[in-house]
């Protein structure tokens, strides 16, 4: 069964751009995650998506947002980049929403200029 | 302002030796902890899961235990190979959360052959 997969591994931006990521989960999870893991903070809750709804929501601005669509897949979006929003942006996939286990994609590499 | 890394713990173990790598987790409401491997340049790798309602759990290898009275886990990897080398998390989830874990700040495991 395939892993998570994270689209683009890698990404330079500049400050003011957005930017799109995007992730499709394990075949049969319904729950995606995301997360940002910098040096300075670690690994910080974004936001989850089960069944095209947000079901939770980590402390990060409303620059951050994402989506879920009918088949599981997740995007996720930062709008009017900040050099602070380099780090590396952790997709995960759960069956469902509790006691679940979660399953981690590669991340993606996201560097602001 | 600078950006300050979080200080990893560190342990560094001999080849086929056993490691303990330890985990104080914040929130006595927390009912779901699950230990993750990551190595570099790659995203957290599920190890083992542990629900509230247990204090012990085997998984191939490594063992997780859980002390509810003093919030702490811990991971323990029998005969350590040099595979085992990469830093470890412990991620706690409470209740009504869905899939919302909260990380600890990691510990970088060495395995000197």
């Known amino acids: 069964k395939a892993g998570v997969t994270q689209t683009p591994r890698y990404l330079i931006k500049t400050r003011g751009q957005q930017v799109t990521l995007s992730c499709s989960p394990i075949s049969g999870h319904r729950s995606v995650s995301w997360y940002q893991q910098t040096p300075g903070q670690g690994l910080q809750f974004l936001f989850e998506?089960?069944?095209?709804?947000?079901?939770n929501k980590g402390n990060f601005p409303g620059r951050f947002s994402g989506r879920q669509f009918s088949n599981s897949r997740s995007e996720m979006n930062v709008s009017t980049l900040e050099l602070g929003d380099s780090a590396l942006y952790l997709c995960?996939?759960?069956?469902?929403?509790?006691?679940?286990?979660?399953?981690f994609g590669p991340g993606t590499r996201l560097t602001v200029l | 302002g600078e950006s300050v890394g979080l200080h990893l713990p560190t342990l560094s173990v001999q080849e086929g030796d056993n490691s303990i790598i330890n985990c104080a987790y914040s929130n006595s409401a927390s009912d779901y902890f699950i230990w993750y491997k990551q190595e570099s340049g790659k995203g957290p790798q599920f190890i083992i899961d542990i629900r509230s309602n247990m204090d012990k759990r085997q998984g191939q290898r490594v063992t997780v235990l859980l002390n509810k009275t003093v919030k702490h886990l811990s991971l323990q990897i029998a005969a350590t190979q040099p595979g085992d080398s990469a830093v470890y998390f412990c991620a706690e989830n409470r209740p009504n959360t869905g899939n919302q874990f909260y990380f600890g700040t990691g510990t970088s495991l060495t395995v000197i052959p």
């Open positions: 995960a996939s759960s069956l469902s929403v509790t006691y679940n286990e979660q399953f």
């Open positions: 998506y089960f069944s095209e709804t947000q079901r």
